[in-house]
């Protein structure tokens, strides 16, 4: 193993790279990306990135890149094909050969059909995106957000720090339902004790304007007022540029449980990759900042010394910042039980357990970050429910009834 080719330089890339080079690799390492930035962190571009003129959130400096950790890159260049017999990735007019290689494309985010041609309408995915919605919200825009999940929320609660007026449009009955399932009411109290407008259960039939947005038409006909609209209608994995190359695609790179794709020295990691996860013995694609950190370190290391790769299960981990309010979640959402064990829902302040069988799989804290740690090791161990409520009870706060 000589050559270490990453596709990919976001966050699952980078932790490929430096989990190679930690690991002890030595050969030659290549890191392809489609943007032209260094791999930045994504997370604060819906957060601190919106309230005003920060920094880019570069992890690593060129020189760290270059020097410390001794990578080519090959930035502002989209791979468009894999050659898996030559064992080459093309990338724009390069031919870049490989012997171990990690996909780690991401996802790419949904767009609103029939909008391409009005200014003012965004998604939120890249710099680029950010700045642009950053730069809306200074100019004092009224905002339609379309979709309540973590990228639209945030979007709001950014809007409303500001003092601009805000309409959240979600599909289902509450924010989040993927998610946390069936305890998004609290979610959406948090929209409407900051003045958000919030409107869940409709659909958007159509974004009007001369050139620019100027309102959002609902299946119910209302019309919105709109200067800036953010589309915040989830991601599809980046795989277009897979086709043909012999990686079995099916709603992302579908992996073993080392993230293998069958192909010889070929790995995938972060949002493209849709792998076997050992703890819950079920296929997951998982778009969390977490999963994608980990997932590129191992990754990165089975591509780069054969042999090392190992199977990997997590318990998936996400949190969203909402108006100074903190939302937090382990585990997988779908249950049997939703009961609350620590606080209380209307102060904003709980921790609520999920349980599918007789086993804990899962845990949502809102503004109890303490907790979530904690009750996260206890799914990893495979705890049972009656083993979780006993160590919720030594919390030393009431047990409240089940939600369902």
Sequence with gaps: MTRLVVVGASLAGLRAVEGARKAGFTGSVTLVGAEEHLPYDRPPLSKAFLDGPVAAPVFREETVLREDLGVELVLGTRAHALDAGRR?????????????????????????????????????????DALAVRTALDEGARTVVIGAGFIGSEVASAARKRGLPVTVVEAAPTPLTRAIGAMGEPCSDLHRAHGTDLRCGIGVTGVEGTGHVERVRLADGTLLDADLVVVGAGAVPATDWLAGSGVTLDNGVVCDETLATGLPGVYAAGDVARWENPLFGRSMRLEHWSSAAEQGAAAGVAAALPGAAKPYETVPYFWSDWYDTRIQFA??????????????????????????????????????????????????????????????????????????
Aim: aromatic share 6%; glycine share 10%.
């Design 331 to 404: 585990g997988v959402p779908d249950a049997d039980e939703i009961r609350v064990v620590l606080g209380d829902p209307d102060e904003g302040r709980f921790v609520a357990l999920y349980r599918t069988g007789e086993r804990l799989t899962g845990v949502l804290a809102v503004n109890k970050q303490r907790e979530i740690m904690k009750f996260r090791a206890l799914i990893a161990r495979r705890t049972d429910w009656s083993g979780a409520l006993d160590f919720a009870a030594r919390r030393r706060e009431p047990v409240s009834e089940g939600v369902r």
């Design 88 to 128: 080459v990735v093309h990338a724009g007019d390069r031919e870049i050969p490989y012997d171990g290689l990690v996909i780690a494309t991401g996802a790419t985010a949904r767009t609103l059909p029939g909008t391409s041609h009005l200014a003012g309408v965004h998604t939120l995915r890249t710099l680029e």
